[in-house]
C-alpha cells in the first residue's frame, strides 16, 4: 500500500515476493524512516488459523509512526493486509504447536530528496516467512551481557518505537556481548546505567516466587505485547505480576540469596525463554543451576497452548482467519 500527500493511503496490491528497485536518493536510506512490526499466525489443531493480537501490532505500529514523523495507517488496513497474505495461501502457516507464520509488516519513505524533513510518500508492506520452533532441542536458557558502556535508548529518543535505527545501534553492543561469550545483550536506563530495561530483542521478567515483575514502560522500552499478555495470564494463573524497577544490584544480589527464583525474556520470536548466566564488567553468576525454572515454563506452555489453539482463548486475543 502506497501512501502520498494529499492523497492518503491507495493502490493496495498482493504480489509476489520480488526484490525492489531504490533511488540511491532515496530518503530512508538517509535519514532512516522506517518502522516495523513483527507477529505471527499459528495453525490451530483443527487445521484453521489465526493471527496473535494483530490489533496490539497495528497499535504499536501507529504509535511507531507517529514517533518518526510518518503517516498512521488504519489499523483496519494494517490488519486486512496481513489477513491478505495468511489468506491467500494458508498452507503456508506450518504445521501445528510451536511452529508459525512469521509476518513483517513494515514502512518506509520511498520520496528521493537529499533535504532532511519527513517525506512526502512511504510504502507499506508485509512479507512473510515460516518460523520453526525457537529451542528445536529442548527450551535452554540463555546467558546475557549487561551493557554498561551503551545504550539502547533515552529520554525523549525513539526507545518506544519499532524503528530500524534502535536496531542499528544496538549491534555493536551485541557484538560485544558475542565477545563476551553471551547469546543477549540487557539493555539498562541511559541516566544511572543501573535499572533494567529489557534484551535485545525481548522484554525481562523476574519471578519472585509467586511474583513476577517485568520492569515498567519508561518510554525508552519497547512495550512488548508478549510482555503485555503475560501480565494477564500469569494474573490468571495466580501470580502477582507487577511492573517495578529492578537494577543490577538487585538482580546479583537476589540470585545469591535465592529470593529471584527465576529470569525470563519474552518476545514473539521466542515466546518465552529462561535467562541463566548474567555477565557483566563487575561479575558474573548463573540463575537457577542453568535449568529453566517451574515458573518460566509453566507460563511457557499456557502462552504457547493459547496461540496454537491447543488451550482456549478467554481474552479474545486470536484474529481468526478461518
Ligand atoms: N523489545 C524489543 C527491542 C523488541 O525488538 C521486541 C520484539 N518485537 C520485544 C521487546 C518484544 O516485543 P513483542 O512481545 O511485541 O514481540
Redesign the pocket.
Known amino acids: 500500500v502506497k501512501w502520498t500527500e494529499g492523497r492518503g493511503w491507495h493502490d493496495a496490491e498482493l504480489v509476489p515476493y520480488a526484490p525492489l528497485s531504490i533511488d540511491p536518493a532515496n530518503m530512508t536510506l538517509h535519514y532512516a524512516q522506517t518502522i516495523f512490526e513483527?507477529l505471527k499466525a499459528y495453525r490451530r489443531p483443527d487445521g484453521t488459523v489465526a493471527t496473535f493480537r494483530p490489533l496490539a501490532?497495528a497499535e504499536?505500529f501507529q504509535t511507531s509512526a507517529r514517533r518518526l514523523a510518518m503517516p498512521e495507517l488504519p489499523t483496519d488496513l494494517f490488519i486486512a493486509a496481513c489477513d491478505a497474505l495468511v489468506t491467500h495461501d494458508k498452507e503456508w502457516v506450518p504445521a501445528h504447536g510451536e511452529q508459525s507464520l512469521y509476518l513483517r509488516p513494515f514502512m518506509f519513505a520511498t520520496e528521493v530528496g537529499l533535504g532532511v524533513r519527513p517525506a512526502s510518500e512511504y510504502l507499506f508492506i508485509v512479507i512473510a516467512s515460516p518460523a520453526g520452533a525457537y529451542f528445536p532441542g529442548g527450551v535452554k536458557p540463555v546467558s546475557v551481557w549487561l551493557s554498561e558502556d551503551y545504550v539502547?535508548a533515552v529520554k525523549g529518543g525513539t526507545g518506544a518505537a519499532?524503528t530500524g535505527g534502535?536496531?542499528a545501534a544496538s549491534l555493536v553492543a551485541q557484538k560485544e556481548a558475542a565477545a563476551e561469550g553471551c547469546d543477549q545483550v540487557v539493555w539498562l536506563d541511559a541516566v544511572e546505567h543501573r535499572w533494567v530495561e529489557?534484551?535485545?530483542?525481548?522484554?525481562l521478567y523476574f519471578v519472585y516466587g509467586d511474583r513476577i515483575v517485568t520492569p515498567e514502560l519508561t518510554g525508552s522500552?519497547?512495550p512488548?505485547?508478549?510482555?503485555d499478555s503475560l501480565l494477564t495470564i500469569a494474573r490468571d494463573l495466580g501470580y502477582h505480576a507487577e511492573e517495578g524497577r529492578i537494577s543490577t544490584e538487585d538482580w546479583a544480589r537476589d540470585a545469591a540469596s535465592g529470593a529471584l527464583t527465576e529470569v525470563f525474556a519474552?518476545?514473539?520470536?521466542a515466546v518465552i525463554t529462561p535467562v541463566g548466566t548474567v555477565k557483566s564488567r563487575r561479575g558474573e553468576w548463573t540463575q537457577g543451576a542453568g535449568e529453566p525454572g517451574e515458573v518460566t515454563m509453566r507460563l511457557r506452555g499456557a502462552l504457547l497452548a493459547l496461540q496454537s489453539g491447543a488451550a482456549p482463548d478467554p481474552y479474545g486475543w486470536m484474529h481468526d482467519l478461518g
Open positions: 513483527g501490532n504499536r539502547r519499532k534502535n536496531y529489557e534484551m535485545g530483542g525481548m522484554n522500552l519497547l512488548g505485547i508478549t510482555r519474552c518476545g514473539t520470536a
